[in-house]
């Protein structure tokens, strides 16, 4: 995992055609490379406003940007703080998702403050929850109605990971 740079701009434009991406996250409908390169500017600028980090997911051998992932810090005067993810359509189900989760939730856990983390997944999603679970969250339920998704309200599963509470012995291939 890294920051994000300008030359992540074609992920950004390759996650904008997902069906899905751009409903749940930042990612625009169609990022032409202005606005690929607004999005990126957007992921360092949430740091410095508080609201967490924003992380390139890469892969080690070649530094390519294939994802993204957040650490956010909305709920840390709770002592909570969420996850979340997305990894680009060319490289899905390769394990890279639970590999990032793992280690950015270790991360996470460390920092001061921090005593649980949480993320939400819709229930369909099955490759996201399995991810999450092979990084050692726990279900802890369904909440209805939790999120909207484009123009409707729709149901997650909520995970929660605790320090000593998993990590990457389950970690494998999505």
Do not use: C, K
Not at 98 to 124: C, F, M, N, Q, T
């Amino acid at each position: 995992m890294r920051g994000f740079v300008p030359a992540d701009a074609s992920l950004i434009s390759e996650a904008s055609s997902d069906p899905l991406i751009p409903l749940i996250t930042t990612v625009p409908r169609t990022a032409d490379p202005a606005e690929a390169l607004a999005f990126i500017d957007r992921q360092h600028a949430r740091l410095r406003n508080g609201e967490g980090y924003s992380l390139a997911i890469t892969v080690t051998a070649t530094g390519a940007a294939i994802g993204q992932i957040g650490l956010w810090l909305r709920d840390l005067a709770f002592g909570r703080a969420s996850v979340g993810y997305w990894i680009a359509p060319s490289a899905r189900r390769q394990g890279y998702a639970a590999a990032a989760i793992d280690v950015l939730s270790s991360w996470g856990l460390a920092l001061p403050g921090v005593h649980r983390l949480e993320l939400y997944v819709e229930p369909w999603n099955e490759g996201s929850w399995r991810a999450a679970e092979r990084a050692g969250y726990r279900r802890e339920g369904l909440l209805r109605s939790w999120q909207a998704v484009g123009d409707e309200r729709r149901d997650m599963y909520m995970y929660a990971r605790l320090p000593g509470g998993g990590g990457s012995e389950g970690a494998g291939s999505e």
